[in-house]
């Protein structure tokens, strides 16, 4: 069943989270998160007789990708006697030859000899819904004969199938729809249902006309219209994400490959969370290809037939690329490989065609229950310490995943329950379901159950942190913003009051915007505001979403332009482009990071944020020559002599913490960042990376910071640090840092007072921690 499927998606994301591999976010929508569905399949039919004898079936069965289309009379007859090939008109299934495939490639390859002409070529790709639309103007509604077999191949599109049952109303896309071959079909089998509404689409003005002229089109059920898919969707198009299906039958094939992917775009933005494509399409060396002579190879895969229309040949792994490209998971798909017979003429026709389903993944429902699941994890841990429960784990059903019980007890005791998926993942808990229930009952007497957990969300959601958005004055002046955001209809209200703080941020409206009273630069919008990340300024980083406790690191550094900062453990990158923006793009930032693909990502964000100065590399700074004369000393260009000056005199110091300190933070209900012994380890990478910074030769200023609010990673490292005999000797905290920030470091520290505090409550910001260190004296003569 789909919800089996979806319960051990769920699963692994969790396993990959508590792995610590990713947060629970970028396991969803990250695009190299990737569930394999051949993997759920091998699970669900591991150890379980009744599942070991199910055989895949057409329709709405569970998603499995080794699942081949099936239809009556073809998808059924297989040649096992070639005596008995002319017995039939058709085979399925065929494999061919070595000598086949060794023949069919040459041919291709003899084609490369015979191709269009370049100016002939031009014109053909230049318009080739011209091509169709005198194909349609000429031939009417006479030549493609009606898909009576679509249900046969797709039965989803009977509005009858229990996959539909809960849908009001059933909306379809036929993409390429011609004269109406699909639409009209698919209509007399369902009935004319009121359930279903059609839209057709097809580029050829002409193929619309005819499809509209005909008697049996029904305005009340059906909406075709003309849309070439490349190109921004018409008026008349289906509302983005409405539709349940989308069918595209030997249509990506008609499209130039450098369009498919803008095409497959367009049409995903129309489809449902949950919603299926259903393609089929021209596969590698089918007999069309393999027939064409001279003047027909465009390109590559590409050719023109004789009225001018393109078609193009896909093999298998590539469509499916295209379709992963924009987040689609394959349930189906399959090279339908079938001999096509003429008994009369006693001639043999090898067809290729790629027959497919792919789902649009519910992003929305795997992020929530994912969370949920982690969420009331260590209720989950302490019910499995029951001498009888903790046997769930090694129940055949769930192969040993742990992971898989967490979000079958979560539907059980929290969600919605398990009606939905198959009964032998039901039976996982429902033996065992009173005990459970009667185990969470006395951990809830003892303050440790499912409402404990409950009660704790609601109080956080008390807590209204605004957004905050730092303008990027790499890319426009601050005065550009403000006067484009007014444009645009936001009202702008001045700069914050630091003593009314809360109650303006509680009372803001979705169009209004405050200047922050502390970070330069920094605006304050609307906690509610929705979607604000889809905004366009957002998008193209005009405006960047920084928490405001986050911005004070590169604020209080404060380097000048033309200085050189030294970012330790730089990764996304915020701070580093915030220094940048500081710097107005003069000088340079050493933006390092041990972990290769956050240093691609902070590339990424970077070069997005048109910084200028930095470069990003990958290491280990704890291993780094901090005496390294590429960034702690050169010639004095002023001075004849050898005199030395050192370049970096600014260091942030922001290392990896528990992360306590971020509200709603995913990766903090998958716990243990604030167990003891992972807080003291914490606590000395942080001293030591501090202090090998603070060794940097020519260093004037160093920002500690951490996103955490245990004094573990902050009150702690600060005095250990400047218990340091070096440290002691050239550095000092300094004192009253940004006075009007009242909230200071804990007051059981001689240091507290001279270090910032964020706190959610107080500050309407993630918890956070500042120390500022400065150099007592000068240690080179000529540093200045």
């Not at 629970?24 to 379980?48: D, E, H, M, P, W």
């Not at 989308?246 to 094939?253: A, K, N, R, T």
């Not at 490292?717 to 200071?744: G, I, M």
Request: glycine share 4%; aromatic share 8%; proline share 4%.
């Amino acid at each position: 069943m789909a919800t089996d499927a979806l319960y051990h998606e769920v699963a692994e994301i969790i396993r990959c989270v508590l792995a610590k591999e990713k947060s629970v976010r970028n396991a969803v929508y990250g695009s190299s998160y990737k569930v394999s569905f051949n993997n759920i399949f091998r699970i669900l039919t591991q150890k379980s007789p009744i599942f070991v004898e199910v055989r895949p079936i057409m329709g709405c069965a569970e998603e499995n990708p080794e699942e081949k289309p099936k239809c009556n009379p073809f998808g059924t007859r297989f040649l096992t006697d070639d005596a008995k090939v002319f017995e039939h008109n058709a085979w399925d299934d065929v494999e061919w030859s070595e000598e086949q495939q060794e023949e069919a490639k040459r041919i291709v390859e003899n084609q490369q000899s015979m191709k269009v002409d370049e100016e002939k070529a031009m014109r053909l790709l230049s318009a080739p819904a011209d091509q169709w639309d005198a194909f349609y103007a000429h031939n009417e509604n006479r030549f493609f004969k009606d898909r009576n077999w679509l249900l046969k191949e797709f039965p989803e599109l009977d509005v009858n199938e229990a996959c539909n049952s809960e849908k009001e109303t059933v909306k379809i896309l036929e993409v390429g729809c011609g004269v109406g071959n699909t639409t009209f079909p698919l209509m007399q089998v369902n009935n004319s249902s009121s359930r279903l509404f059609l839209h057709s689409c097809d580029y050829a003005p002409n193929a619309i006309r005819v499809l509209k002229s005909q008697e049996a089109y029904d305005p009340e059920k059906m909406n075709a219209f003309v849309w070439d898919i490349t190109q921004p969707t018409p008026q008349e198009a289906p509302a983005p994400e409405s539709l349940d299906y989308i069918v595209c039958i030997y249509v990506l094939s008609a499209i130039h490959p450098d369009k498919i992917r803008k095409a497959l775009s367009n049409l995903m933005s129309l489809l449902k969370p949950g919603g299926t494509l259903l393609l089929k399409d021209y596969g590698r060396y089918d007999l069309t290809q393999l027939r064409f002579k001279k003047d027909r190879l465009i390109e590559g895969n590409l050719y023109c037939r004789g009225d001018g229309t393109l078609v193009y040949f896909f093999e298998m792994e590539e469509l499916e690329a295209l379709l992963g490209e924009f987040g689609m998971k394959k349930k189906v798909m399959h090279v339908d490989r079938r001999l096509i017979v003429n008994r009369a003429k006693q001639v043999k026709m090898y067809r290729q065609w790629i027959q497919g389903k792919f789902l649009k993944p519910n992003k929305k429902a795997l992020l929530r229950l994912s969370c949920e699941s982690l969420k009331f994890r260590p209720v989950f841990d302490e019910i499995l310490k029951d001498k009888e429960l903790r046997k769930m784990k090694n129940d055949p059903n769930i192969n040993g995943s742990v992971d898989l019980l967490y979000v079958l007890m979560y539907e059980t005791l929290v969600g919605s329950g398990l009606n939905r998926c198959s009964q032998e993942m039901k039976s996982v808990i429902s033996r065992r379901a009173t005990r459970m229930k009667e185990v969470e009952k006395e951990l809830g007497a003892d303050g440790r159950g499912i409402k404990s957990i409950k009660e704790a969300e609601e109080g956080a959601k008390k807590i209204v942190i605004p957004r905050y958005a730092r303008i990027n004055t790499l890319k426009w002046t601050v005065e550009e913003a403000l006067k484009t955001l007014e444009t645009e209809e936001w009202k702008i209200l001045g700069t914050a009051s630091v003593e009314k703080f809360p109650e303006l941020v509680a009372n803001m409206k979705e169009d209004e915007i405050y200047k922050d009273p502390h970070v330069e630069n920094l605006l304050i919008f609307a906690p509610n505001i929705q979607n604000f990340h889809e905004y366009w300024m957002v998008e193209q980083r005009y405006l960047i979403l920084q928490d405001k406790a986050s911005c004070l690191p590169a604020f209080l550094l404060n380097p000048r332009p033309g200085s050189q900062v030294f970012d330790t453990c730089a990764a996304p990158g915020m701070k580093t482009s915030h220094a940048a923006a500081i710097m107005d793009n003069q000088g340079k930032v050493w933006a390092m990071d041990r972990a290769a693909d956050r240093v691609a990502t902070m590339k990424q964000l970077l070069d997005g944020s048109k910084v200028a100065i930095a470069s990003a590399f990958c290491g280990d700074f704890l291993k780094t020559d901090v005496t390294d004369k590429k960034f702690s000393k050169v010639s004095n260009p002023c001075f004849l002599s050898k005199i030395l000056i050192f370049q970096v005199k600014f260091a942030i110091v922001d290392p990896p913490c528990s992360g306590s300190g971020i509200v709603k933070r995913m990766d903090e209900i998958t716990g243990g960042n604030a167990e003891k012994e992972r807080l003291e380890k914490l606590k000395n990478l942080q001293a030591m990376i501090l202090k090998h910074a603070l060794k940097l030769p020519g260093l004037k200023r160093a920002v500690y910071s951490t996103c955490s609010i245990h004094e573990e990673e902050n009150e702690q490292v600060v005095d250990e640090v400047l218990l340091d005999t070096y440290v002691r000797q050239n550095f000092v905290l300094k004192k009253d840092v940004l006075p009007e920030w009242t909230h200071r470091g804990l007051s059981t520290y001689e240091v507290g007072e001279h270090c910032l505090r964020a706190d959610p409550k107080v500050t309407l910001t993630n918890g956070f921690f500042v120390a500022v260190f400065e150099r007592v004296k000068k240690d080179q003569e000529g540093e200045e």
